[in-house]
């Protein structure tokens, strides 16, 4: 206990620490914030004390301590103005030791088109690379890590940063559960003489399953969260109905003290065997910004398949 005490406390002062001297302005490398599945996205990305499938991952990686089977997830997200993500995550059980997990993402866009004659367009892309390990230390605390390195380009000009993610989930008592995770703790993004803080943010939240009992299930989510560079609260809140694990409907919300994020988020999933697996096919709608008071909204599709 006193190990599970000493990780926590180095956690919270790391991230607390860092998230201080991070100060104002706008961070880069924003794909270190997509989301990994449409499932949270759908809660409105109220997922911090969610926990027992791979979605979890990129929201708060102590949900994957639970994982029971191998699975892998693969997810496609369509943005505006020809902006795609693609991305592939898997983790694995290791007995007596934790989950472990790998994830790779791709996100493109058309090139932009610089306005200068007989000059080129210019190229952009970012991809990212992560492994993630998770563990519960007794029965009500678990921690998990995200390592993660993003390789982004601009044009002519390649850069890279790396990344941490520090989460822990408490069972407070059946059915109900806390979670906090500090995402994207690391390096600068430099491109040239230009240099951008991480998208450091700090997310916590409450899980309360107001009805667990087949054929009916019902849980309802809330968090907080906070982009340190931009010094933006956001507040989330989500529910999820199941019906014999079978059909989920999902609801979410989101509102960001900025406006950047504002609006309602709207999720179905399906759960279903192929032989020996088990696939989870969901899809989301939710608010991408607000600009102006033009609603702009992003589609995100991702099936999973455990065995």
């Known amino acids: 206990m006193k190990k599970t005490a000493l990780i926590l406390t180095a956690t919270v002062l790391l991230g607390s620490a860092s998230i201080a001297a991070a100060g104002p302005g706008l ?15 759908g809660m409105g990305n109220a997922f911090a004390a969610s926990s027992g499938e791979l979605c979890s991952i990129e929201v708060n990686p102590a949900g994957l301590y639970d994982l029971e089977k191998i699975e892998i997830l693969f997810m496609h997200v369509g943005g505006l103005e ?3 993500t693609e991305m592939l995550t898997a983790a694995m059980p290791l007995s007596g030791l934790g989950v472990m997990g790998i994830q790779a993402l791709y996100r493109g866009q058309p090139s ?3 306005n200068v004659p007989g000059e080129p367009s210019v190229p952009v892309k970012d991809m990212v690379y992560g492994l993630t390990f998770a563990r519960a230390f007794s029965s009500a605390l678990s921690v998990g890590l995200n390592a993660k390195i993003a390789a982004l380009t601009l044009g002519p000009v390649d850069t890279s940063a790396l990344a941490f993610d520090l989460g822990a989930q408490y069972a407070l008592q059946e059915g109900l559960t806390l979670g906090g995770v500090i995402r994207n703790l690391g390096t600068p993004v430099v491109f040239r003489s230009e240099e951008d803080p991480l998208p450091l943010t700090a997310q916590f939240g409450v899980c309360y399953a107001l009805i667990n009992q087949l054929p009916h299930e019902l849980r309802t989510a809330a968090d907080v969260s906070y982009l340190a560079p931009d010094e933006n609260w956001t507040l989330h809140l989500g529910s999820e109905y199941w019906f014999r694990r079978v059909l989920a409907l999902r609801l979410g919300y989101s509102h960001s003290q900025d406006r ?10 399906f759960r279903f065997k192929a032989g020996k697996a088990d696939l989870s096919l969901d899809y989301a709608l939710q608010p991408q ?3 102006d008071e033009d609603f702009e909204t992003e ?3 991702s099936l999973s398949v455990k065995f």
Do not use: K, Y
Not at 27 to 41: D, E, F, H, K, T
């Open 82 to 84: 020809g902006l795609s």
């Open 112 to 114: 932009i088109d610089n």
């Open 289 to 291: 910004f607000w600009e």
């Open 260 to 269: 950047s994020v504002q609006g309602m988020s709207f999720g179905v999933g």
């Open 27 to 41: 961070s880069g490398a924003q794909v270190l914030q997509q989301r990994s599945s449409a499932r949270p996205a």
């Open 299 to 301: 589609n995100l599709i």
